[in-house]
C-alpha cells in the first residue's frame, strides 16, 4: 500500500495533456472511482450540476442490492475539472472520459499516467490506481462516518478496513503534535507532601471548598483541636 499525497497529485495532474486525461486521474484519486471501469463508463448524462453529485455505475458490484449504482459528491477537487472537461468536449460527446476497445482502455489509462508522472518526476507508487482510490477513502475517514464513506466509494467497512484504510505519516506527526499540546494544557501538579506541609485549615480547605471554615469553628468550639486527616 501507499498514500499518494496531494502535492504528486498536483504534479502528474499538471503533467497530463488536456482536461479529459486530468479527468480520468482526478476522478481516480479525489473520487475514489474504480479504474478503468467505472471511469471510462461515467457519461455525462450522469452528471447532476444542480446538485453537484454525479452517480457511478460499477460493473463490479451489480450483483448487489442497489445494483452497483451509487452517488458520489462533486468534491472541491473535482468541480474545476469536470467543468474543463465538459466545455472541451464535443457537441453530443456521451462519455466524459476516453473511451478505447475492451481491455485497451485500462492499458492507455495507466500509459498516459505513467508518462505524466515520468514528465513531472514523480516516481511511481505500487497498485497505481488501487492506492489511488484508497488515498481517497483514508482521507474521506479523517472527516465522515464510515458508513458515508463506503457509500460514496462503493465497498464495505470491513473492505475498506482490510484493504484500502491506511496509516499515514500524518497521523503519528498529529498525534504527537495533540500529545504534547494535551501535556502542556494539563495544569501542574501538587508535591506529594503539599498536605503535610499545609495547615489543618488548609487540608480541610481544599478536601472539603468553602465550608470549612464552619467545620473548623464547630470543632474548635467542641474544645478540641482540628486535625490534618
Known sequence: MAFVSRADTAAVLAALPDAKWKLVFALARYGGLRCPSEIAGLKWSDISWERE????????TEHHGDGGIRVVPMFPEL???FREAFEAAEPGEVFCCPQYPAGFCGQMYRKMVLQAMARAGVKPWPKLFQNCRASRETELAEHYPVQVVCSWIGNSPAVAAKHYLQTTESHFQRAAAEGAQNVAQQPPKMPRNALNEKSPEAVLQAATG???????????HQGLEPWAR
Open 210 to 220: 468553602d465550608c470549612i471554615p464552619m467545620q473548623i469553628n464547630l470543632v474548635r
Open 79 to 81: 468541480a474545476p475539472l
Open 53 to 60: 453529485r454525479f452517480t457511478v455505475r460499477a460493473v463490479k
